[in-house]
């Protein structure tokens, strides 16, 4: 099956993108049906290359033409694996998506998910740095798009702001790119790492520098995220997920890449370490002081993406694995809370504390997950984000950084406040009389469970999981195999 | 925290901002001199040694843009395609004003209508042409949207139909990705040039490159098109 091959994971979205705007002639939801199948058949086909690669990795060539003249994709463990991750997430919230019914502009919202979903799986899957630069510009258009698509005040407010700070990051990933291809004559992201050394260090600490800003606001990375807890807030719930499960893993992708495996330069994994602790501190301080809960989760976010940059700026073999295992556990985790919220709050009109007093009694089961979700990113055994904490601190008690030990119990204490607070205002307030109750639509209802169902699946049996990220970590700190698996004659048969 | 406070926080803040930035334009400027403008190195030399071998087109930029990195291309092209989308999106039910406050002079009202035919024809000549001469998908398309541009500023009350915008991007998107999926089907490799090549200088040569820029030529037209037509006369 040498046309099976892992490129269809960016060609079929994108046929389904431009088939959409026809398919409304069909039917009128045929476009909402036509995205959510074409996100199954990524995790499909995601799934099926999974192990294959983590065997041995896929150059895949684009065009006939072999690296560095041509684009290749680069699939190794690492990005195999976020696309498995990216792919599933945008299923599962695709499916919540099936009946939510905005009518007026569904064919160009499936659109545009479909979109930041295959963006993002395109920035995970190519090996060729312009490249990575055009599927991010795809994901972060998409995205300002999905930000204001509702056209309330809030949502056109965050989406200018983010098209804003989108725009610095492009430029300066643009920039960044260019000082290197001058320097190098080439966009090959193999051949950049194996040649990096032949640069004026000048010009490529110029370079790295304005990549890692580029890629930091991308990842939402303290002091460039201000932008971030808006777009979580104002987005519509849906896409509020898809962001914190989807595109900024892309992000943090794109810099781990980056950092680790094309410049060897250990100032900036300091710089990750240093930036990380200070988005912990900040966001958890802010998160605190909210009384919007939407708001709340995006401060919230921001934090958990903290400890995953500091966990990655550690760099121990340890950290790395715990920050891959933080990755799927947030995605998870952070997609519940966002959906959950989404639903919640449409029953009771806002999100604010004020809205959603008693509404755990109104609606046992949404809120129910919520308090499941919420324990989880406070880090509660036996749930998932307990197992991804617990592996960061002790990689931290390792490397014998007590201060950071002390950071994350901290953070944790803190998330616990915050959401205990929200958990406490949602169950023991006395029962709202002005909201009627209605049934949730079961479509909405299935991913929760599959989420809840990783949640606790994933806590409880953490060993499923293990192989894999060893099998990324070694992805990531081994940079002479990725180098050779992609320029030499070792690579993959595509 | 009072007014005062938040303003004076915010000014420390815009100091610490501008002296970041002008700390970076500064290294910028000092490295400036460090780089090599003049030389033709790495893969662009290789493009220009084999462009005719490879792909047999006179014009290397088209070469580069839809063949070397016609990935890239595809990506573009889909960038436009979600700018467009994302716009109407935004806009779509916005209050729209029908007329015009001051109307065009009628020379300028039956000057445009025999102008469209003909800047629609260059139009498609430069995307045509893309593998010869200069210009090529993006060119074209951009110069056929400028057609209708004109035909939206003269005449009161022109409207371009929404379907066939619609028909037009979806298709020649379609096409795009239908090429590359033949190229992966036939050759093992997306994008791959699965047609003869024939000879340089003649029409129809190159492969599909000029099919392809056809494709790009008319989704850019339609999508710019669209673009204006949504932005025509909304009230802000």
Redesign the interface.
């Known amino acids: 099956m ?2 099976f ?1 892992p ?2 994971m960016v ?1 079929v979205p ?2 389904v ?3 959409i ?2 398919l409304g002639y069909i039917h009128k939801k045929a476009g909402l049906y036509a995205m959510s199948l074409t996100l199954l058949f990524n995790t499909v086909a995601g799934f099926y290359f999974l192990p294959k690669v983590f065997v041995k990795p896929i150059r ?6 072999k690296p ?4 290749n994709l680069a699939i190794t463990p690492f990005s195999i694996f976020m696309a498995c991750l990216i792919s599933l997430m945008g299923f599962l919230v695709s499916l919540y998506l099936l009946k939510d019914n905005t009518t ?2 569904q064919e ?2 499936s ?2 998910i479909l ?1 930041v979903v295959m963006g993002s799986t ?1 920035i995970v899957l190519t090996g060729d740095i ?2 990575m630069f ?2 991010l ?2 994901t972060s ?2 995205s ?2 999905l930000t ?2 509702k ?1 309330d005040r809030k949502g ?1 407010e965050a ?1 200018i702001k983010f098209l804003l700070v989108g725009s610095i990051s492009s430029t300066l990933l643009l ?1 960044g790119i260019a ?1 290197i ?7 090959n992201i193999a051949d950049i790492a194996n040649r990096f050394s032949q640069m ?1 260090p ?2 490529a600490f ?1 370079a790295v ?2 990549l890692f800003l580029g890629f930091g606001i991308e990842s939402e990375m303290f002091p460039l995220n201000a932008w971030a807890p808006d777009v979580y807030q104002g987005a519509p719930a849906p896409v509020a997920a898809l962001f914190s499960a989807v595109t900024v893993k892309a992000g943090l992708y794109a810099m781990v890449r980056f950092l680790f495996t094309v410049v060897n330069m250990p100032v900036f994994v300091k710089a990750l370490l240093v930036f990380g602790v200070l988005t912990v501190i900040v966001s958890e301080l802010s998160a605190l002081r909210q009384k919007d809960v939407r708001r709340m989760l995006g401060y919230s976010s921001l934090g958990q993406i903290g400890l995953i940059l500091f966990a990655i700026g550690i760099g121990t073999t340890g950290a790395l694995k715990g920050a891959i295992f933080h990755f799927i556990n947030h995605a998870i985790l952070k997609a519940t809370l966002f959906l959950t919220i989404g639903l919640l709050a449409k029953a009771a009109g806002g999100s604010t504390f004020e809205d959603l007093k008693g509404i755990g009694k109104k609606y046992p089961f949404l809120a129910g997950i919520f308090a499941i979700a919420a324990l989880g990113v406070m880090g509660f055994p036996p749930l998932n984000g307990f197992m991804s904490k617990l592996m960061i601190l002790t990689a931290a008690v390792k490397a014998e950084h007590i201060l950071l030990v002390m950071l994350i119990l901290a953070a944790s204490v803190i998330e616990g406040v915050y959401y205990f607070r929200v958990l406490q205002i949602m169950f023991k307030e006395p029962e709202p009389t002005r909201i009627e109750k209605k049934a949730i639509p079961l479509f909405s209802v299935i991913p929760l469970v599959i989420l809840v169902v990783a949640i606790v699946g994933i806590g409880l049996f953490p060993g499923v999981l293990t192989p894999y990220l060893k099998g990324v970590t070694m992805d990531i700190m081994n940079r002479s195999n990725y180098i050779a698996a992609m320029l030499g004659s070792v690579g993959g048969g ?1 | 925290m009072n007014k005062v406070g938040l303003k004076r926080r915010f000014r420390v803040k815009n100091i610490f901002v501008f002296f970041v930035v002008l700390y970076f334009a500064f290294q910028f400027f000092s490295v400036v001199s460090l780089l090599d403008l003049n030389n033709v190195k790495g893969v662009a030399k290789y493009y220009l040694e084999n462009d005719i071998k490879d792909t047999e087109s006179a014009n290397v930029v088209t070469s580069i843009v839809v063949n070397y990195r016609g990935f890239d291309t595809l990506g573009e092209v889909t960038v436009l395609f979600l700018a467009a989308t994302g716009l109407a999106a935004i806009l779509s039910g916005e209050r729209k004003v029908k007329k015009q406050k001051t109307p065009a002079n009628a020379m300028l009202q039956y000057g445009v209508k025999p102008l469209l035919p003909i800047t629609i024809l260059f139009g498609a000549y430069i995307f045509i042409h893309g593998h010869l001469s200069p210009g090529g998908g993006f060119q074209g398309g951009t110069v056929i949207a400028t057609s209708f541009l004109f035909m939206m500023l003269a005449i009161e009350g022109y409207e371009i139909k929404h379907g066939y915008i619609k028909w037009t991007e979806s298709l020649a998107g379609l096409t795009f990705v239908t090429v590359g999926l033949f190229g992966l089907f036939l050759l093992g490799s997306f994008l791959a040039n699965f047609l003869p090549l024939g000879k340089v200088g003649e029409l129809f040569s190159s492969g599909v490159i000029p099919i392809i820029y056809v494709a790009v030529g008319f989704k850019v037209g339609s999508e710019l098109t669209g673009l204006l037509d949504n932005m025509m006369g909304v009230v802000g």
Not at chain 1, 60 to 65: M, R, S
Not at chain 1, 68 to 71: D, E, K, R
């Open positions: 040498s046309w091959s490129i269809l060609g994108l046929f993108a431009f088939l705007p026809l895949v060539i684009v065009a006939g033409y560095p003249f041509g684009i007026e502009t160009k919202f659109m545009l979109l395109g312009f490249n055009v599927f510009e795809i258009i998409s300002y798009a204001a698509i056209k056109s989406g920039l000082l291809y001058n320097q190098l004559g080439t966009l004026n000048k010009v110029l520098s304005f595509l």
